[in-house]
């Protein structure tokens, strides 16, 4: 099976930046790719998705300060995080899709705090 490995996530002060990456073992990415993320105590949302022409579908509450890309040569997906906020504390999840099967990330913990 496919195999997701998520990495970048950490601690980092309010406005701070961040870039998580998503590197999988297949072409997983290539007609849909997403990062969710999951607060505690909080139901996993959707963060950003881009689909195979390149648009993009950001929630509200990242639109303007994070940035999806993908590097479908290396079946990797990328999630720029600026401006953080400590709102945006969760674990992050990149997604991505074999024929009906859905792929998922472990989860990176992503930490704004001052």
């Known amino acids: 099976q496919v195999q997701l490995v998520e990495s970048g996530g950490g601690l980092v002060q309010p406005g701070g930046s961040l870039r998580l990456s998503c590197a999988a073992s297949g072409s997983i990415f290539s007609i849909y790719a997403g990062w969710y993320r999951q607060a505690p105590g909080k139901q996993r949302e959707l963060v950003v998705a881009i689909i195979r022409g390149g648009s993009t579908n950001y929630a509200d509450s990242v639109k303007g300060r994070f940035t999806i890309s993908r590097d479908n040569a290396k079946n990797t997906v990328y999630l720029q995080m600026n401006s953080l906020k400590p709102e945006d504390t969760a674990v992050y999840y990149c997604?991505?899709?074999?024929?009906?099967?859905?792929?998922w990330g472990q989860g990176t913990q992503v930490t704004v705090s001052s």
């Open positions: 997604h991505g899709r074999l024929a009906e099967y859905d792929c």
